[in-house]
């Protein structure tokens, strides 16, 4: 990647100007950081530079507890209310689950839950040991 922007000066401008506009809308420094995290990421192939677009964005719009709260706990099939304003984020993506699959007793109950977004994973994966 580090080549593609050294020997593409379309792209290294690209590139460029993008972080300096995403970098300028982080309202602090701690998602100054996070952002450099995820760009850190694009850099050694770790996701793409659609993924960090996104991933960047997403940071732009959370409220850092919130995001700290989604690092912090396995939120991965949960019950929508247990992730509460981190559904509009992006994060996640909806899905029915019969909570009594195996009991062939109980009768057809369908339960809305939560499932990571592609994305949610990914900044779960590059942000896992960072500490916000």
Do not use: W
């Not at 192939?45 to 919130?66: C, N």
């Not at 209310?81 to 994060?91: A, I, S």
């Not at 009991?103 to 994966?125: C, N, Q, V, W, Y």
């Amino acid at each position: 990647m580090i080549d593609k922007i050294d020997n593409s000066k379309e792209f290294r401008t690209r590139v460029g100007e993008k972080l300096l506009y995403i970098i300028d809308r982080c309202e602090d420094h701690e998602k100054t950081q996070i952002v450099a995290r995820l760009f850190a990421a694009f850099i050694h192939d770790r996701i793409t530079y659609q993924d960090f677009l996104q991933a960047s964005s997403i940071v732009e719009r959370i409220m850092l507890d919130d995001l700290r709260y989604f690092l912090k706990h396995d939120l991965d099939r949960s019950r929508v209310d247990e992730v509460g304003d981190l559904m509009n984020t992006g994060l996640f993506f909806l899905f029915l689950e019969n909570p009594r699959d195996g009991d062939h007793k109980a009768p057809d109950t369908l339960e809305l839950r939560t499932r990571f977004s592609e994305i949610g994973g990914k900044m779960r994966a590059v942000l896992e040991d960072y500490e916000i």
